[in-house]
């Protein structure tokens, strides 16, 4: 079954099976990121997200320990 981005529904993918797509509202889990190749892939995750006058969301879900602390010292304007 392909995935349309016309339409208005929650889609579950992979991020390689994201390329190319963005989307304004979207929830990346990370299971792992201590390789460089999975760091990288969190960043491409984190470029997905496009930009939109209604406003544009993005959630992360950490599985990883070694993440648990980042963004903890951001201050508020950059967490609302």
Do not use: N
């Not at 016309?6 to 390689?16: D, P, Q, S, Y």
């Not at 544009?56 to 967490?79: H, K, M, N, R």
């Amino acid at each position: 079954m392909g995935l349309y981005m016309g339409r208005a529904e929650i889609k579950a993918t992979t991020l390689h099976s994201f390329k190319g797509w963005e989307s304004r509202m979207l929830v990346v889990y990370v299971s792992q990121a201590w390789t460089p190749e999975s760091k990288a892939l969190i960043y491409a995750a984190l470029t997905r997200v496009k930009r939109s006058p209604l406003g544009s969301w993005i959630t992360i879900v950490s599985a990883t320990p070694e993440l648990a602390d980042y963004g903890a010292t951001w201050p508020d304007y950059v967490c609302a």
